[in-house]
C-alpha cells in the first residue's frame, strides 16, 4: 500500500485567505480571553486538592459489590469537614467503573492533626458501608497547596518567557511579539475552558497548559520559517499575501499533526479514567485553539507590525571562476 487513502482526501495545495478575514477572528479571540479572564475571578477556579488543601481517599470493595456514594458523602459531612465530594472511578485491575470503587475528597480543618482526621474518616465510613479497602491517600496542607499554587503559576510564566526569548533571537522583536501572543491566547482560552466543564485544577491541569504552550510555539515556528522563506523569496509581493502563503504551505502538515495527537487525546480521555480526564480534555483543545493562534493571532501580528523587507534579503555572494571572481 502506497499510502493511507484517507490522507489522499487532505488536499496537497490550498489557497484559503486568512488575512483577509483576520481581523473578525481577532475581535472575536479578544472577547474571548476576556470572557475566560472574568471568568477565573467569578466563578472561578475548580482548585484540586493539590492547590486548595485538604485529602482524597479510594475506598473499594470487591467487584461485583456496589458502594452508595450518598450514604459516605452523608456520613462524612456528619464530621464537620467541608467541601466533601464523592464520585466513581474505574477499578485500577478492571478498567471499569461499576460502582465498586470511589474517590472521597474533604477539606482538612485548619489546625487539626492530618492523620487523626484521616484515620476518624477511614473509621466512620467503615461503620457506614462495611469493609472496604483504602488507598491513594494524599493529604495536602492549606500552606503547601498555596506554594504549588504560586509554583504553577511561576512555571506556566517562566515557559511563556522562554519561548518569547527564544523567538526574539531566533527571528525578530514583530516575531517574538506574534508568537507571545499567540501563547497568552491559548492559555488564557485553556483556563476559560477549566472553568466552563468545571475541570478539577491541579499538577496535572498545569502540565497539561506548560504541553500547550509547548506545541503552539512549535506549530507558531513552523509558520514563521516558511514566512520568513517567502519574505526572501517574494521581495515585491504584499505582506499580506506572503503570509497566506506561507500558512497554505504549511496548512497540511499542520492539519495532519494535530488529528493525531487529538486521536491519541480522544482516546485516553475515554479509556483514561477520571484522573486522565480532565488532562487529556485541556490538551486537546490546547493543541486545537494552538494551531488556530497561529493562524490567527501570531501571524496577523506580523501584518500589523509590519517587516523590513530588506532585513529578508539574501546578501550576493561572488562566484569564482577559473581563479577569477565576478558579482
Known amino acids: 500500500m502506497r499510502g493511507w487513502p484517507l490522507i489522499k482526501l487532505l488536499p496537497t495545495k490550498t489557497n484559503f485567505k486568512f488575512v483577509k478575514y483576520s481581523r473578525l477572528f481577532g475581535v472575536l479571540s479578544a472577547a474571548l480571553c476576556i470572557a475566560s479572564i472574568i471568568g477565573c475571578f467569578t466563578p472561578g477556579l475548580n482548585m484540586g486538592i493539590d492547590f486548595s488543601g485538604g485529602a482524597s481517599i479510594e475506598i473499594a470493595k470487591p467487584a461485583g459489590q456496589t458502594i452508595d456514594q450518598q450514604e459516605i458523602g452523608a456520613a462524612v459531612s456528619a464530621l464537620g469537614l467541608q467541601d466533601v465530594g464523592v464520585q466513581g472511578i474505574a477499578r485500577l485491575d478492571t478498567n471499569a467503573i461499576d460502582g465498586s470503587t470511589v474517590l472521597l475528597r474533604f477539606q482538612l480543618p485548619e489546625g487539626a492533626d492530618q492523620t487523626e482526621v484521616v484515620r476518624e474518616v477511614e473509621q466512620t465510613i467503615t461503620n457506614t458501608v462495611g469493609e472496604v479497602t483504602y488507598s491513594g491517600v494524599s493529604v495536602v496542607g492549606s500552606k503547601v497547596s498555596g506554594e504549588l499554587f ?18 526574539w533571537f531566533r527571528f525578530e522583536p514583530q516575531f517574538g511579539f506574534g508568537a507571545i501572543a ?11 475552558l477549566i472553568v466552563i466543564m468545571r475541570l478539577e485544577f491541579s499538577l496535572n491541569m498545569v502540565a497539561a497548559i506548560l504541553t500547550v504552550i509547548g506545541y503552539s510555539m512549535n506549530d507558531t515556528v513552523v509558520v514563521f520559517d516558511r514566512l520568513r522563506e517567502n519574505l526572501r523569496k517574494y521581495k515585491t509581493m504584499p505582506l499580506g499575501e506572503v503570509i497566506d502563503l506561507s500558512i497554505n504551505e504549511t496548512l497540511s502538515r499542520t492539519v495532519v499533526t494535530g488529528i493525531t495527537a487529538v486521536m491519541v487525546l480522544a482516546v485516553l480521555a475515554f479509556l483514561g479514567g477520571e484522573v486522565l480526564f480532565g488532562f487529556s480534555i485541556a490538551l486537546m483543545f490546547g493543541i486545537i485553539i494552538g494551531t488556530y493562534s497561529s493562524v490567527y493571532v501570531a501571524a496577523p501580528i506580523i501584518l500589523l507590525w509590519g517587516v523590513k523587507r530588506g532585513e529578508f534579503a539574501e546578501e550576493a555572494k561572488p562566484i569564482k571562476l577559473g581563479g577569477a571572481s565576478r558579482p
Open 182 to 192: 499567540g501563547l497568552v491566547h491559548d492559555v488564557i482560552l485553556t483556563f476559560g
Open 150 to 167: 504560586r509554583s504553577g503559576l511561576m512555571a506556566l510564566g517562566m515557559a511563556t518567557l522562554l519561548m518569547f526569548l527564544y523567538i
